[in-house]
């Protein structure tokens, strides 16, 4: 209230919230997101001597996994060797890690359309600080999986960061905010796992549970709401319904939820969102099958030990991490799709070099451009994909794209390692490179949206 002329008594104008500052809000999901990842990657390279722990307790749990793991690895030809078993271990549990994102992050980014994106992050950060004290309370193979499921299906965090960039108002804001979460992973997959070979494995649980602790109250101090009530969905049941859809396949790759939702896409945009997801699934299927099989390579073919493997991971995402940051987040809103083309591209140049190459060089050439596309290619998709659906549908729209990424992820290495032991490197490198082709055709003749455009 304030006084007007004459004394009177006049009415102010509501103060409005005013909406959060575009760079805090990539500043904090960029460094929150770090954070999870470092607790998450700490484990990677203290997995061999963690199975090998449970190996000697002889836990029955553990003995009944190995066993099915024995089996694969006979059914493909798989030489009987300690190495590679642990790392056809370790990707049975990273599958059955992906198949629980693929059903959690569509449910995950549903509800934040219609509470918000800030509480359901909260609650996955929760969620994740849970998993990481049950495998530091206790030292069995049972508290170590349970740990896993738990983390499985609370990791909705990454789907709704890339929601909460997608809320952003410009498409130049998203476009960067898409290129620093790609750093983020790049950052998180480089210097975890240097952090974690430097510990013991009694100490990593303790390590990742204070990483988690820390994000979880960066968050609650820092993040603001960047979904407004207004823009919302206008019903938890709505969102339910509509999530239901994601947990078929094939309603996944049709994006039903979205084309059943409020206010959708309709068209040739809802065709395209299509498109982009079957180009993103493609993708991620053939890249991280290979990027499975490369332990697989390096060690049979250079005899990379572990630390010079370590060596090769780190070279991978910092190169990664430097091209996101020097050119990825520079490129412009409507010249994403012909960066994507052309990193597709250099993936059947560079898995061709690895797949025959006989020396460190033909190596590293084919690692670098292996590592320059894979720098470019999912934030600049998921920058596109950002740009379809309503305020209300962007959880859901992006919780369905990673959705697919997490299908592919959890399909893609027990078919790649298959391929390869039982047709060999040069065969398994050579029709994956050949498959990029896929996705390229794919997006020959999709064009920027108009939003894109006029940004441009």
Not at 23 to 37: K, S
Not at 382 to 391: D, L, M
Request: charged content about 10%; overall charge positive; glycine content about 10%.
């Amino acid at each position: 209230m304030g006084w007007g002329a004459g004394g009177r008594c006049t009415p102010r104008p509501p103060i409005r919230q005013q909406p959060a500052s575009e760079t805090r809000v990539v500043t904090v999901v960029f460094l929150g997101l770090l954070l999870d990842l470092l607790a998450f990657t700490l484990l990677l390279p203290l997995l061999p001597g963690l199975l090998e722990s449970h190996s000697r307790t002889h836990d029955p749990l553990y003995g009944s996994w190995q066993r099915g793991v024995d089996w694969f690895a006979a059914a493909i030809g798989m030489p009987a060797e300690k190495r590679y078993n642990n790392v056809l271990f370790g990707g049975l549990i990273g599958s059955v890690f992906s198949v629980l994102q693929f059903l959690s992050a569509p449910l995950t980014g549903a509800i934040s359309d219609c509470l918000g994106r800030r509480p359901m992050m909260l609650l996955s950060l929760a969620g994740l600080v849970t998993s990481y004290a049950v495998w530091a309370a206790s030292e069995s193979f049972v508290a170590f999986l349970a740990s896993r499921v738990i983390g499985g299906i609370s990791k909705g965090n990454v789907s709704l960061s890339t929601a909460i960039i997608a809320d952003l108002g410009s498409p130049s804001a998203r476009s960067r905010g898409m290129a620093v979460i790609g750093v983020a992973f790049s950052l998180g997959f480089t210097l975890g796992p240097m952090l974690g070979a430097s510990l013991p494995v009694h100490m990593a649980p303790w390590l990742a549970l204070l990483f988690a602790i820390s994000d979880l109250l960066f968050v609650f101090c820092f993040l603001p709401e960047t979904l407004p009530p207004e823009k919302r969905a206008p019903s938890i049941s709505l969102g339910f319904q509509a999530a239901a859809d994601l947990l078929s396949p094939l309603a996944l790759f049709r994006f039903s939820a979205v084309a059943r939702g409020q206010d959708p896409p309709t068209g040739d945009r809802l065709s395209h969102l299509r498109r982009l997801g079957l180009v993103y699934f493609l993708y991620l299927f053939l890249f991280s099958g290979l990027e499975y099989t490369l332990s697989f390579l390096a060690h049979q073919r250079f005899q990379f030990s572990s630390l010079q493997q370590g060596k090769m991971f780190f070279f991978i995402g910092l190169t990664m991490a430097t091209i996101q940051g020097a050119y990825a987040r520079r490129i412009s809103p409507g010249g994403e799709i012909a960066a994507v083309k052309r990193a597709l591209l250099l993936l059947v140049p560079a898995f061709l070099l690895i797949g025959w190459g006989r020396t460190l060089p033909a190596l590293g050439l084919g690692l670098l451009l292996y590592s320059f596309a894979a720098a470019v290619v999912v934030p600049c998709l998921s920058s596109v994909v950002a740009g379809y659906g309503s305020p209300g549908q962007k959880g859901m729209v992006m919780g369905t794209l990673r959705s697919l990424g997490a299908l592919a992820r959890a399909m893609g290495p027990m078919v790649a390692a298959s391929v390869y032991w039982l047709a060999g490197a040069p065969a398994c490198f050579t029709v994956c490179s050949g498959l990029f082709l896929l996705p390229v055709l794919l997006l020959w003749t999709l064009r920027p949206t108009a939003e894109t455009r006029k940004a441009k």
